[in-house]
Structure formats: C-alpha cells, structure tokens
C-alpha cells in the first residue's frame, strides 16, 4: 500500500526541489489548496506558531506560543521584554534556510489591551512585512 503524506505531495510538485514550497487550503481557481512558495512559506509558519498555543499539539508539545497570556499584563519593558522572547523563540524554531532574515517589533496599544507584531521577512532579494494584531478578540479562538 503506498503511502500519501503532504511531504511527500510537497516534494512531487514540479519545481519544488530547489525552493520553499507549502499548501493552505485556501480556495484558488483551480481547487480547494493553493501552493505558495518562498518568502510566503516562512511567513505561514511563523503565523500559525505565533497562534497556536504551547501544549496544544501532543506529539509536540513545545510547539506554538503563549502570546496570548501577555494580553492583560501592563504595557512596560518587562512584558515587552517577555514578548520579546516568546517571538524570538518561534522565529528561531522555525526551519528556515540560509539567507532568510526574519526581524519583528512589538507596538503596544494605547487605548485598548493588545499589542501588535510586525514581522519583517527578506529571502531571495524580497522583502514582505505582515502585521498580527493581538487583542481580546484573540481570546475567543484560544479559549
């Protein structure tokens, strides 16, 4: 019986071998999954571990961040500093290849709970810079 695993799907994709390369299942002209390739790949991962909450996979438990804990904590330079190391961790745990360079800045709001993470990517002459808003609505998804 052969064995059908999305690495192995990732690997069969024509030009695949010399790049980044991932699926989302978002919906695209041609199916339900789209391929997205290079500096979009690195992006996607650190996203979803930035969002998925530590101990939420059993098989990985280290896996994912606690961000959202920091959501009611006062906005001074030791939650920053905490932040600050729980984004850094991510990044680094994220398997990239060399010649990628990955920069973040956190922003605290001003009239709400919530901070917000601008994450800079440069791979291959391309720089993309995406942002998270991390607020309360972010605790109906976690909780």
Request: hydrophobic share 40%.
């Amino acid at each position: 019986m052969p064995s059908y695993t999305v690495d192995k799907f990732l690997k069969d994709l024509p030009g695949s071998q010399n790049q980044l390369i991932d699926i989302i299942s978002k919906i695209d002209a041609s199916s339900d999954w789209k391929v997205i390739t290079g500096i979009d790949t690195i992006i996607k991962h650190i996203l979803v571990a930035l969002l998925i909450p530590k101990r939420s996979y059993i098989f990985n438990p280290t896996y994912g961040c606690g961000i959202y804990k920091y959501l009611f904590e006062p906005a001074d330079m030791t939650t920053y500093e905490l932040l600050n190391d729980e984004v850094s961790d991510v990044i680094s745990s994220i398997n990239v290849s060399l010649g990628v360079n990955v920069t973040h800045d956190i922003l605290f709001y001003r009239n709400k709970k919530g901070f917000q993470i601008n994450i800079t990517v440069e791979h291959d002459k391309k720089q993309k810079t995406v942002t998270l808003d991390i607020d309360e609505s972010l605790l109906k998804v976690v909780v």
